[in-house]
């Protein structure tokens, strides 16, 4: 059962970036619930978390296995990442971009964690 950070708690994001690559290869299913925690912001501000997918964990697609919609306050996001069509994807990593306008610092600020947790094959039975 593969439970990760996609972004480490307590990340603080100013600019786009992305988190480390998690290995998908020893996965007993390929349906995954990812979880956006954004624990801190400035206001007048937003941030777009998609989830991109890997083949060999170092080159990621730029188009998205799946993606958040973009948010603008504190709180959790879950979100159900089904990869069963897709066996190719063998990484995936959490990309994000933020955007800030209005009065003040330019700066956008956002302290944020991404957590993936497997769904067990017996939750994912007992939905046939």
Do not use: C
Request: charged share 25%; glycine share 6%.
């Amino acid at each position: 059962m593969i439970e990760a950070f996609l972004v480490p708690e307590n990340t603080v994001a100013t600019a786009k970036g992305d988190g480390p690559a998690v290995d998908l290869r020893s996965a007993s299913t390929r349906v995954f619930l990812v979880n956006l925690a954004i624990t801190d912001i400035i206001e007048q501000e937003s941030i777009d978390v998609s989830i991109q997918g890997s083949a060999d964990g170092t080159t990621f697609d730029p188009k998205p296995v799946a993606a958040f919609p973009q948010k603008f306050y504190r709180g959790e996001s879950p979100l159900l990442v089904d990869l069963s069509g897709t066996p190719d994807v063998k990484a995936i990593r959490a990309h994000w971009d933020v955007n800030r306008w209005g009065r003040g610092t330019e700066t956008p600020m956002f302290e944020f964690s991404v957590t993936l947790r497997e769904v067990p094959q017996e939750i994912l039975a007992a939905r046939s």
